[in-house]
């Protein structure tokens, strides 16, 4: 073996072990976003609503209507998207992640940011509040 190879192959052989083994410890997107505390309902969720929903979320396409001036009272009028305190038991957080059960996944198109979800299912877990 030339002096080279005896240098390259153990070093391939180690970052190839490394690069596997690193595979294994990934963390969820959601966990690894930091979130901050007391999250605006205004400031932080109706904007992410406006952006991303409400052009589907509206009265002449689909419930709930997530437009501006109604969004806070039909995401909680709904019965079974949130439970404030607990971003787990919120549909709409599963369907967010997309890991709804029924395969209602939302936005269809693409998922929202780690973070914009983070920042909702923080929102439900300080109760939900229209802050």
Do not use: Y
């Amino acid at each position: 073996m030339k002096p080279s190879t005896k240098i390259i192959l153990p070093s391939a052989l180690a970052l190839g072990f490394l690069l596997t083994a690193c595979d294994n410890d990934k963390i969820t997107p959601e966990l690894s976003v930091p979130v901050k505390d007391n999250v605006s309902f205004a400031l932080d969720i109706q904007p992410i609503l406006s952006g991303q929903c409400a052009g589907c979320h509206n009265p002449g396409n689909v419930n709930p209507d997530l437009r501006k001036e109604v969004a806070f009272s039909s995401l909680l009028d709904d019965g079974k998207g949130i439970v404030p305190g607990d971003s787990e038991g919120s549909e709409l957080v599963e369907m967010l992640q997309w890991k709804s059960a029924d395969g209602k996944n939302m936005p269809p198109a693409m998922p929202l940011s780690p973070l914009q979800i983070g920042l909702i299912k923080k929102w439900i877990d300080e109760g939900a509040q229209n802050n």
